[in-house]
């Protein structure tokens, strides 16, 4: 398990797992990192070759002139891709905004994408969806041009980088307290790193959330690109999902019944943190299945 780093455009960092074989790609959602993956990354890798990237103004990968909006970090994605697998497409395995940003690479670049595999996927409102106040809240404070920034600098004045990481961490799970110590003890160490080194972060987060707002306020626009999708697609939620509510994927399952839906009771928004046997267990029965042919592709 070694961090590493390609030039694309600047720098990009990301953790690589091992493994041989196709490959897996991990992208992490709003304010994560390859950290996100450590509990499920090197098992994973007995299957596949696993990378987690960081994209452009999140984990190691600094904004460097570039934008952290999600159509440039898609195209960083595809980038990403062509120099970790040049020969053969990968399956995307994406967390929330990185589950749309996967979602945009599949329909822009299918050649390069043998499979999908959703996991909480950021997506349009679903019809009978309710979205956590608090969460809506912060959403239109990061939405507000001046607003936002003046909302993430006072919070981080107020608040130690920890505290900050165990806030988000909390939104992001049902009970922090699954979570193995470890896991919570890098995303700590990270925070204060981040804090430290990385000034540009802040940017880069609004960035990216309004962004991603703008892209799923336009449903009909996103749902067309998801029934566009053909390849084989596991698609994965947590009953208990503060931060994108559990009724978006049930209303996606609708939209695609070909895909396989597993919705996990008691979960929250980060199931491979929260319970990292279960989803393995899950990502292991679909490549037993309708995986099977993402695997040979990227084979």
Not at 77 to 83: C, G, V, Y
Not at 168 to 191: K, N
């Given at each position: 398990m070694l961090t590493r780093t390609l030039d694309i455009d600047g720098p990009v960092h990301f953790m690589d797992f091992g493994g041989s074989g196709p490959t897996l790609v991990l992208v992490h959602g709003l304010g994560g990192s390859h950290h996100n993956w450590m509990s499920v990354g090197p098992r994973l890798a007995r299957r596949a070759r696993v990378v987690a990237v960081d994209l452009a103004g999140f984990g190691l990968t600094p904004l460097a002139g570039r934008s952290a909006a999600l159509p440039a970090n898609q195209v960083l994605?595809?980038?990403?891709?062509?120099?970790v697998s040049p020969s053969a497409p990968v399956i995307l395995v994406g967390n929330s905004?990185?589950?749309?940003?996967?979602?945009l690479q599949t329909t822009r670049n299918p050649e390069r994408v043998a499979g999908l595999v959703l996991v909480a996927p950021a997506q349009p409102r679903a019809e009978d969806s309710r979205m956590e106040s608090n969460v809506l809240f912060l959403f239109l404070l990061y939405s507000i041009p001046g607003v936002g920034e003046f909302f993430v600098r006072r919070r981080s004045a107020r608040m130690t980088p920890e505290e900050l990481a165990r806030q988000?961490?909390?939104?992001?799970?049902?009970?922090?307290?699954?979570?193995?110590?470890?896991?919570?003890?890098?995303?700590?160490?990270?925070?204060r790193e981040?804090?430290?080194?990385?000034?540009w972060s802040h940017d880069a987060f609004l960035q990216a959330a309004r962004s991603l707002v703008g892209?799923?306020?336009?449903k009909s626009r996103f749902r067309e690109m998801e029934r566009s999708i053909r390849v084989p697609t596991l698609l994965v939620h947590g009953s208990d999902d503060q931060m994108v509510p559990v009724a978006n994927s049930r209303e996606l399952a609708g939209v695609r019944p070909d895909w396989t839906y597993v919705e996990y009771p008691d979960v929250g928004h980060t199931p491979m943190m929260e319970r990292p046997e279960l989803f393995l267990e899950t990502v292991e029965r679909w490549f037993e299945g309708p995986g099977r042919a993402a695997l040979d592709a990227a084979t």
């Open positions: 994605l595809d980038r990403f891709i062509q120099q905004m990185g589950g749309a940003i996967s979602v988000q961490l909390a939104l992001c799970c049902r009970d922090l307290g699954r979570f193995p110590e470890e896991l919570v003890r890098a995303h700590l160490d990270f925070a981040r804090h430290a080194r990385m000034p892209l799923l306020l336009r």
